[in-house]
């Protein structure tokens, strides 16, 4: 069945450092999603991304979806503590509706202050 | 309520026991959905409704059930609970654009 893979799936950095996380999907998506958890907390939707190259940017993050749109980026421009937490990317399920998702295992990131 | 409550918050529940989790939301979003997130797999679906009136099975709904009765609610039911369903549940909604999720119900099967 479909995949969503993130890789990697911890980071760890010092605070002021840069950090991306990276999502591949086995099929190709119509859109992909990205989500923060916080420690403790529940998942919060970031952004949706449609278009194929898209880059939409919001504050110190960034997030690109490939050509192929089978993958895609966020990237933080110098993490801060409120970085800390889980960062998902999620795309709807092959075949079915728009409205269910796969999600990949997320990528933890710790930020040392 | 301002956006989507999961009650309870946590319960511990003893193994045979018939358990159901509750999620309303008010943003009068059609779609519903709740997911088991467990260390190191991530979320995964267990059942979801499109709209009201209709359910669909998620990856692992084995040992769950729901009903969508109307638009606001979307209760999981666990029949006879087993210690694999320890786990922490998610009830989120969607209009179409992004899932908005509850604050999640800490559920322990002894």
């Known amino acids: 069945g479909q995949q969503v893979m993130q890789i990697p799936q911890y980071q760890h950095v010092q605070e002021g450092e840069d950090f991306t996380t990276y999502c591949n999907s086995s099929?190709?998506?119509?859109?992909i999603q990205w989500y923060k958890q916080r420690p403790g907390g529940h998942p919060v939707f970031l952004i949706q991304?449609?278009?194929?190259?898209e880059v939409k940017k919001q504050k110190r993050l960034t997030f690109q979806f490939g050509e192929a749109k089978k993958n895609s980026s966020l990237h933080i421009t110098a993490t801060q503590t409120t970085d800390v937490g889980t960062y998902f990317c999620?795309?709807?399920?092959?075949?079915?509706?728009?409205?269910?998702?796969?999600f990949g295992k997320g990528t933890l990131l710790t930020v040392n202050p | 309520i301002a956006g989507i409550t999961q009650a309870p918050t946590s319960q511990i529940l003893a193994a045979g026991r018939r358990m159901t989790l509750r999620c309303t939301q008010d943003?009068?979003?059609?779609?519903m959905y709740w997911y088991r997130q467990d260390l190191g797999l991530g979320l995964r679906l267990i059942h979801y409704?499109?709209?009201?009136?209709?359910?669909g099975k998620g990856e692992v709904p084995d040992g769950y059930s729901v009903s969508r009765a109307n638009t606001d609610d979307f209760p999981l039911t666990l029949a006879s609970a087993v210690p694999s369903q320890t786990s922490v549940y998610f009830c989120?909604?969607?209009?179409?654009?992004?899932?908005?999720f509850g604050p999640g119900t800490r559920l322990t099967v002894l």
């Open positions: 999620a795309g709807p399920v092959s075949g079915g509706s728009n409205y269910k998702l796969t």
């Open positions: 991304l449609v278009k194929s190259g």
């Open positions: 943003m009068r979003h059609n779609a």
């Open positions: 989120a909604s969607s209009s179409g654009t992004g899932q908005f």
């Open positions: 099929t190709t998506l119509s859109n």
């Open positions: 409704s499109n709209t009201a009136g209709t359910t």
